[in-house]
Nanobody, 126 residues
């Protein structure tokens, strides 16, 4: 089993910053992978939107809507996945989820989310 426990998030004014973190653990978790990991977000009633992904080699990919503002990273122990969000906009308001799939490379739209965090709300006010 692989557990993903999220922290961070909250409310911020437009232009502000937040960091989301996802702790990875469990008897089946292997820090050296391979995994495709990422973040997606969802607004109630809408389809999920992939935000960012990172593969085992550290190659990152971002949605056009967050490029230049968000940064996905893994810590040196490879037991934490982070999403640094800067210059936040009201349209970034959503529930954010971390996700991971076994495998070396990420699919075009990021991880499906075989393993997922519990979700954390991000609210950006104008």
């Amino acid at each position: 089993q692989v557990q993903m426990a999220q922290s961070g998030g909250g409310s911020v004014q437009a232009g502000g910053s937040l960091q989301l973190s996802c702790g990875l653990s469990g008897t089946a978790y292997r820090p050296n992978g391979p995994y495709c990991m990422g973040w997606f977000r969802q607004v109630a009633g809408n389809e999920r939107e992939e935000v960012a992904s990172i593969d085992t080699r550290g190659v990152t990919k971002y949605a056009d809507s967050v490029k230049g503002r968000f940064t996905i990273s893994k810590d040196n122990t490879k037991t934490y996945l982070h999403l640094q969000m800067n210059n936040l906009k009201p349209e970034d308001t959503a529930m954010y989820y971390c996700a991971a799939d076994p495998g070396s490379l990420c699919p075009r739209n990021g991880p499906v989310g075989i393993y997922r965090g519990q979700g954390t709300q991000v609210t950006v006010s104008s």
